[in-house]
């Protein structure tokens, strides 16, 4: 089957690092995916790897791991506002198909 | 800004009802997509659709049926909603393709449904 792991739950302080883990196991890859998501909010995208390596954008970095079916996001100075669920995903090479993860709820605590 | 509108954000519903959830994007965007989504299960691929009048089952399409008549629209039906029914829907859509930021979907609020 095709399925997507991650924490249920992360709890970190403000200004740490906290880095959220997923592995996945897909008939298909087309890349790896991570959205935001706020209590009764919409989920919205923060980053894509289609390539083994980090990619960063500003505070949020994503790393892939093709050969080890592994990804992570890292969450660096972490705000209040980064209380929220997050989600991994994969595009599979159906190319219409994205799998999402259970989502890993991150708490911030002061 | 891509803009996904989802017509409702609460709907109450009575057991055997039919239910319509409608959906409309504004960014042109071949692909839409319908999931519900449950506390511990994350989202769940309902139905989806890369054309108008083209539609493809997801992971969980039982119990329902989608429409998609113009590209912007794309309706959620449940032709005899349940309890089990009862769940957060949500709908996004993407540009074709899979290279890069096509890979993204965009969400709309979201329907909280309960059936009664």
């Known amino acids: 089957g095709q399925s997507l792991e991650q924490p249920s739950e992360v709890t970190a302080v403000e200004g740490a690092i906290v880095q959220i883990n997923c592995t996945y196991q897909t008939s298909g890859f087309y890349g790896l995916s991570w959205y935001q998501q706020h209590d009764g909010g919409a989920p919205t995208f923060l980053s894509y790897?289609?390539?083994?390596g980090l990619e960063e954008t500003g505070r949020f970095s994503s790393f892939l791991s093709r050969s080890d079916s592994y990804g992570y996001l890292l969450l660096q100075e972490l705000q209040m506002k980064d209380s929220a669920s997050y989600f991994c995903a994969v595009r599979d090479t159906g190319g219409f198909k994205t799998i999402f993860g259970a989502g890993t709820r991150l708490f911030v605590k002061a | 800004d891509v803009k996904v509108t989802q017509s409702s954000r609460y709907l109450v519903k009575r057991t055997g009802e039919k239910v319509f959830l409608e959906c409309v994007q504004d960014m042109d965007h071949e692909n839409m997509f319908w999931y519900r989504q449950d506390p511990g299960l994350g989202l769940r691929l309902i139905y989806f659709s890369y054309d108008v009048k083209m539609k493809e089952k997801g992971d969980i399409p039982e119990g329902y049926s989608v429409s998609r008549e113009k590209k912007e629209r794309f309706s959620l039906i449940l032709e005899s909603a349940s309890t089990n029914q009862t769940s957060m829907y949500l709908c996004?859509?993407?540009?074709?393709?899979?290279?890069?930021?096509?890979?993204?979907?965009?969400f709309g609020a979201g329907t909280r449904l309960s059936v009664l």
């Open positions: 790897n289609a390539l083994d």
């Open positions: 996004a859509s993407s540009p074709p393709g899979t290279s890069g930021r096509k890979n993204i979907q965009y």
